[in-house]
């Protein structure tokens, strides 16, 4: 009874609420925007356990002990084993689950959207390039970008303190000191740097600010998800002034 009964606290605990006001305001936009498709995207958006991740391993801190895991769980390689990622997804949905900070410990694998590796792919970086991760916290694409090249230079660039902070914590878990001087931080606004160094870089990646609508729909501060939505009308220009 008592197992149960923490079973299904846990279970409670796990299921994420969803803030009304965020949602009333993306069913009044995307309907517009997206006519019927806004009712399937919908019902994925609300649902975090169909929400997919993969599981990119950290080539700086190979284990057979994290793939045999993978294959356990019914994750396989989605692209074929020549490539310069491994990254194991499932067809199931479901999370793996994140690694913890173990002090003198790089981390074996990291957890995100495999959609995001499009973007590292299409720069197609080569050995000795000079690259700008230019929106770069909290730091999937550097990481990743860092599996499938050894650029001559790697700047990741974040312009807030907090999550330039989250970044460094993230390359220094994944990234062995090696290898991290090949990597600067920086905390300049992006849409500067072009400015204060014209054709520095071979590469530039602009993972811009986005609407973050998955966090904001779950937010269980309301004041703080309105004044986000009212925000997020901002993104586009500053977007654009990114790419320029
Ligand atoms: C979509 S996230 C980047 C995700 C990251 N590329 C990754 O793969 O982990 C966008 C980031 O851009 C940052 N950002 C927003 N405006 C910026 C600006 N003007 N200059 C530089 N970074 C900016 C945000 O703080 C946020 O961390």
Redesign the pocket.
Known sequence: MMIMMLETKSETKLQKRICQVVLDQFDKQYSKELGESWNSVREVLIAPQCWQYAALLNKFSNSSEVEDNLHLKGYHLLFPETSSFKCYIRSIPGRFPAQRHRAGKLKEYYL?NAA?LLAVMALEVENGEKVL????????????TLQCAWPGLLLS????NL?LHW?KQ?LESFIPESVMNIVTLSQ????QIGNLQPERFDKV?V????S?DRSWLFSSDIQQATLRLAQRKLLSA?QI??LR
């Open positions: 995100l995001s991760d230019m929106c770069a916290a909290p730091g999937g694409k550097s990481i990743a660039n974040e312009c807030d999550r970044l993230t300049w606004d992006g849409r990646l993972d811009a600010p986005c973050n500053v002034e990114l």
